[in-house]
């Protein structure tokens, strides 16, 4: 079966700190790793997918295998970054598995 | 193009009773999922359909059914509602195929408040 974990549920930073919010997943197969944002009041959308290995609002995400894992990661955070983003999983036809998800809050 | 609409946004029911909740998909999208969530249990998968076809089940009661028609519009129904029904249903839609533009784009959700 496979598995999104997101083992924090908040993450509370200061504008311009670093930013890494983890995802751990299990998965026999190749899978596809995504990230989604939910900003306040606005539909889940999709952030990034490792597929793509691009930056998207300065966060990247590298999918390990070895580890399996697929932090998201963003060098200098803004408020504008708070939200809850999820990390989910598919392999070809299957649905998304998504994580608890993490909700990160940045304070001026 | 329109996104995912769902409708009704909000609604509340009375325990025992059924209700129906309406996706229509991005025109061209032929994959409709449905996925509950909740603070406690966060987003939850309850079914797909492709083509008319339940592709994929989650781990739902019965209670919970759904059917695609043939412009990929959906429907999902739960009947005799419970209390822990109360949730953000989340419908998503896809093209459906293999490959990398397979992406999932969600609606805005139906707030369902059971009482």
């Known amino acids: 079966a496979q598995r999104v974990t997101q083992p924090e549920k908040l993450l509370s930073v200061f504008k311009g700190a670093p930013v890494e919010l983890k995802c751990n997943y299990s998965?026999?197969?190749?899978?596809?790793l995504f990230w989604y944002v939910q900003y306040s009041r606005q539909r889940l959308q999709l952030l990034l997918r490792?597929?793509s290995r691009e930056s998207i609002k300065g966060f990247t995400a590298d999918l390990n295998k070895g580890e399996t894992s697929f932090h998201l990661k963003k060098p200098f955070a803004q408020e504008e970054d708070s939200a809850m983003y999820y990390c989910?999983?598919?392999?070809?036809?299957?649905?998304?598995?998504f994580g608890k998800g993490t909700m990160l809050l940045v304070s001026p | 193009k329109a996104g995912v609409t769902q409708t009704p946004r909000y609604l509340i029911k009375t325990r025992g009773q059924q209700v129906t909740l309406s996706c229509s998909p991005i025109?061209?999208?032929?994959?409709v999922s449905w996925y509950q969530q909740t603070p406690g249990q966060g987003l939850q998968f309850l079914f797909e359909y492709f083509s008319e076809t339940q592709r994929n089940k989650g781990n739902f009661p019965g209670r919970f059914s759904g059917r695609q028609f043939s412009n990929s519009r959906s429907e999902m129904n739960v009947s005799t509602l419970e209390l822990g029904d109360s949730a953000l249903y989340l419908c998503?839609?896809?093209?459906?195929?293999?490959?990398?533009?397979?992406?999932?784009?969600f609606g805005e959700g139906s707030w369902l408040t059971v009482v």
């Open positions: 998503a839609s896809r093209p459906g195929t293999r490959g990398p533009g397979n992406t999932i784009y």
């Open positions: 989910a999983l598919t392999s070809g036809y299957s649905t998304l598995t």
């Open positions: 025109s061209g999208h032929r994959s």
């Open positions: 490792h597929i």
């Open positions: 998965y026999s197969g190749s899978p596809e």
